[in-house]
């Protein structure tokens, strides 16, 4: 049982996944930020979470990417929404990582 104000040291912070609406543990999850550009804002991966600006999370599965980009959910979580760039080959990126073991592929699994 948790609460919204329960919060304590060592809690695992949860994200919501953009494609699929799941939460998960944010290791579990790929980090992308919007990254400014002269014509608008593009759509990057942040594969050390470091990047500054806005998280925006979606799950370590190409189908979640692609919904998200369908549903134009990258867009919609931007602060405020607006234009994004986005690089149908950024999805593909995904599965090479659960390949190469970087990250919890049994928290994903599916
Ligand atoms: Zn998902």
Do not use: N
Not at 25 to 37: D, I, Q, T, W, Y
Not at 59 to 68: M, T, V
Not at 74 to 81: D, E, G, I, M
Request: net charge positive; hydrophobic share 35%.
């Amino acid at each position: 049982m948790t609460t919204r104000t329960g919060r304590r040291r060592g809690h695992v912070p949860v994200r919501r996944c953009l494609g699929c609406g799941e939460r998960r543990p944010k290791g579990a999850l790929a980090r992308f930020v919007a990254s400014p550009r002269p014509e608008g804002h593009r759509l990057a991966r942040d594969a050390d979470g470091t990047a500054g600006g806005r998280g925006l999370y979606v799950c370590l599965r190409p189908a979640c990417f692609e919904r998200a980009v369908a549903r134009r959910a990258f867009q919609r979580a931007l602060r405020p929404p607006g234009p994004l760039a986005i690089d149908p080959a950024l999805g593909s990126t995904l599965l090479s990582e659960r390949k190469a073991g970087q990250w919890p592929v049994a928290e994903v699994a599916g």
